[in-house]
T-cell receptor, first 110, second 116 residues
Framework: AQSVTQPDIHITVSEGASLELRCNYSYGATPYLFWYVQSPGQGLQLLLKYFSGDTLVQGIKGFEAEFKRSQSSFNLRKPSVHWSDAAEYFC????????FGAGTRLTVKP | NAGVTQTPKFQVLKTGQSMTLQCAQDMNHNSMYWYRQDPGMGLRLIYYSASEGTTDKGEVPNGYNVSRLNKREFSLRLESAAPSQTSVYFCASNEGSSSGRLNEQFFGPGTRLTVL
């Protein structure tokens, strides 16, 4: 069955530390891939997207993601987390339609 | 540009009551979507409209109806609300060209609905 999985429900990192949020998908072919961020009480905002080409994608707010076909993964990274990055992050895949992962909530410790 | 707007922001209903959630976009997008967001389940598609005049069911359409009033507006109606419909509802839109349904979607701020 087609699916998108975010294995980590909640992650806590210290401010200034690096961050990696995991996303795996199960599709017969490579879908379009997205990362969205949702601040409390807000809608979703696109961080970055991958359609084809370079497998390392740069996004807004200093985020990047790497597509690894062999691992069916599209992990989100940031070298140094800021307190304002605390939010919920959603991976989404689009093949026949758009499907969202369950989300990873990020807490940033001072 | 306001982007995607939703009204109301909050609503409390009693079981069996009806209501309509309103959504409008000013980006001249062809496609519009309604999602519900529940803890631990991400966003699930209720209905979508690929273009003006068309609507289709998504993953969880039961208990809902939609109307694509014009290119800008896409409303979601609960005819007889149930506690299981307590959720946060998001409207989204995108270009919806030949492959545009798979492109980035732009989201409204959401409507938090509680059904007692």
């Amino acid at each position: 069955a087609q699916s998108v999985t975010q294995p980590d429900i909640h992650i806590t990192v210290s401010e200034g530390a690096s961050l990696e949020l995991r996303c795996n998908y199960s599709y017969g072919a490579t879908p379009y891939l997205f990362w969205y961020v949702q601040s409390p009480g807000q809608g979703l905002q696109l961080l970055l997207k991958y359609f084809s080409g370079d497998t390392l994608v740069q996004g807004i707010k200093g985020f990047e993601a790497e597509f690894k076909r062999s691992q069916s993964s599209f992990n989100l990274r940031k070298p140094s987390v800021h307190w304002s990055d605390a939010a919920e992050y959603f991976c989404a895949v689009a093949f026949n339609d758009m499907r969202f992962g369950a989300g990873t909530r990020l807490t940033v410790k001072p | 540009n306001a982007g995607v707007t939703q009204t109301p922001k909050f609503q409390v209903l009693k079981t069996g009551q009806s209501m309509t959630l309103q959504c409008a976009q000013d980006m001249n997008h062809n496609s519009m979507y309604w999602y519900r967001q529940d803890p631990g389940m991400g966003l699930r598609l209720i209905y979508y409209s690929a273009s003006e005049g068309t609507t289709d069911k998504g993953e969880v359409p039961n208990g809902y109806n939609v109307s694509r009033l014009n290119k800008r507006e896409f409303s979601l109606r609960l005819e007889s609300a149930a506690p299981s419909q307590t959720s946060v509802y998001f409207c989204a839109s995108n270009e919806g060209s030949s492959s545009g349904r798979l492109n980035e979607q732009f989201f409204g701020p959401g409507t938090r609905l509680t059904v007692l």
